[in-house]
């Protein structure tokens, strides 16, 4: 099994910065498996927001580039994501996961941006 463990949100006014974390564990080969951070706002279906390749290569919804970077450290299972000039938009439910969602899904850490 694999476990997705996020962690960083919380409540932030408009124009701040936030940076989530992903921690994997378990059966994956975390290098080999190119990573995602999804969201799921209140109301919404979940939304793919970046990924980043097992190469490092990055892509992002037309939302967030310029604000939000992802990273990761694969000597420690980790996937960042840096999230600045926050907007009241930006609030959901944030969760890691590979692109396709192969794994179960964690527990999600909640950002909310107050305007």
């Known amino acids: 099994q694999v476990q997705m463990v996020e962690s960083g949100g919380g409540l932030v006014q408009a124009g701040g910065f936030l940076r989530l974390a992903c921690v994997a564990s378990?059966?994956?080969?975390?290098?080999?498996?190119?990573m995602g951070w999804f969201r799921q706002g209140p109301g919404k279906q979940r939304e793919l927001v970046a990924t980043?390749?097992?190469?490092?290569?990055?892509t992002y919804m037309d939302s967030v580039k310029g604000r939000f970077t992802i990273s990761r450290d694969n000597a420690k299972n980790t996937v960042f994501l840096q999230m600045n000039s926050l907007k009241p938009e930006d609030t959901a439910v944030y969760y890691c996961?590979?692109?396709?969602?192969?794994?179960?899904w964690g527990q999600g850490t909640r950002v909310t941006v107050s305007s």
């Open positions: 996961n590979t692109p396709g969602g192969w794994y179960q």
């Open positions: 378990g059966s994956i080969v975390f290098s080999r498996n190119a």
């Open positions: 980043v390749s097992s190469g490092g290569q990055t």
